[in-house]
């Protein structure tokens, strides 16, 4: 009904205590799980960036006492290697992929940025922050654009192998950059158009109008949403 309209705090305030959670139920069926991203962006500036992420496995299936808070897993990403600086030990936290992103452009805010994509969501946003900002292009048009994934670093999953020089490159990249990407040495893994596993969700203000702006990738389903 329009009294409880998700997103708008102030339609609900009159039935929020009418509610019961005894009557919440679960999906009718299991959803393969995975990291998502959300980013919000409201008419006052406000941003926010978050990558909700169980760390894979068995992560999420456990609740810390009485908190509601789910455990994650991200454990994982430790090493048993003794020469490992990444090596499991008390007192250490394990690396994480994660990387909710907000951008401010002198002092003001300017984007909120995120995807799921385990080791490569620093490159990931990092290639599309370069297309907004050094090379102008629309927050849509950004995300859309060819991408390359570097797997040189170590891994923080499955057997945490590293693959130097491997590079995976969409077909839409233009042939004289895979050319001169070959000619430099690097083993190119071809993807498909929107082949590479990333889900980007972007949302901010324009600094020239004000106005709010977002973009949502292909490559996963993403979404934008504007009330």
Same mark, same amino acid.
Not at 41 to 62: E, I, K, R
């Given at each position: 009904?329009?009294?409880?309209?998700?997103?708008d705090p102030e339609r609900g305030a009159a039935s929020i205590g009418a509610g019961s959670v005894d009557r919440l139920?679960?999906?009718?069926?299991?959803?393969?799980?995975?990291?998502?991203?959300?980013?919000?962006?409201?008419?006052?500036?406000?941003?926010? !960036?978050a990558t909700p992420s169980s760390g894979w496995l068995l992560g999420g299936a456990f609740v810390a006492g009485d908190?509601?808070?789910?455990?994650?897993?991200?454990?994982?990403?430790?090493?048993?290697?003794?020469? !490992?600086?990444?090596?499991?030990?008390g007192g250490k936290r394990p690396r994480t992929t994660l990387t909710p992103t907000v951008v401010l452009k002198d002092?003001?805010?300017?984007?909120?940025?995120?995807?799921?994509?385990?080791?490569?969501?620093?490159?990931?946003?990092?290639?599309?922050?370069?297309?907004?900002?050094?090379?102008?292009?629309?927050?849509?048009?950004?995300?859309?654009?060819?991408?390359?994934?570097?797997?040189?670093?170590?891994?923080?999953?499955?057997?945490?192998?590293?693959?130097?020089?491997?590079?995976?490159?969409?077909?839409?990249?233009?042939?004289?950059?895979?050319?001169?990407?070959?000619?430099?040495?690097?083993?190119? #893994?071809?993807?498909?158009?929107?082949?590479? !596993?990333?889900?980007?969700?972007?949302?901010?203000?324009?600094?020239?109008?004000?106005?709010?702006?977002?973009?949502?990738?292909?490559? #996963?389903? #993403?979404?934008?949403?504007?009330?």
């Amino acid at each position: 009904s329009l009294e409880d309209r998700p997103g708008d705090p102030e339609r609900g305030a009159a039935s929020i205590g009418a509610g019961s959670v005894d009557r919440l139920v679960g999906a009718p069926a299991r959803e393969p799980g995975d990291t998502t991203s959300l980013q919000v962006v409201d008419a006052d500036g406000n941003m926010f !960036s978050a990558t909700p992420s169980s760390g894979w496995l068995l992560g999420g299936a456990f609740v810390a006492g009485d908190t509601g808070v789910p455990m994650s897993n991200r454990m994982q990403a430790f090493r048993l290697d003794p020469g !490992s600086p990444n090596v499991l030990a008390g007192g250490k936290r394990p690396r994480t992929t994660l990387t909710p992103t907000v951008v401010l452009k002198d002092g003001k805010p300017f984007l909120a940025i995120g995807t799921p994509g385990g080791d490569s969501q620093d490159q990931q946003i990092l290639l599309v922050l370069l297309n907004i900002i050094d090379f102008g292009m629309d927050v849509q048009g950004a995300i859309e654009a060819p991408r390359v994934n570097s797997l040189h670093p170590q891994s923080s999953f499955d057997d945490h192998r590293a693959q130097p020089g491997v590079l995976e490159v969409e077909r839409t990249l233009a042939p004289q950059v895979v050319d001169e990407l070959r000619a430099r040495g690097h083993v190119l #893994r071809m993807r498909g158009p929107y082949g590479i !596993s990333t889900g980007i969700v972007a949302a901010g203000i324009d600094p020239g109008t004000g106005r709010l702006r977002g973009g949502a990738d292909p490559r #996963r389903e #993403r979404a934008l949403i504007a009330y």
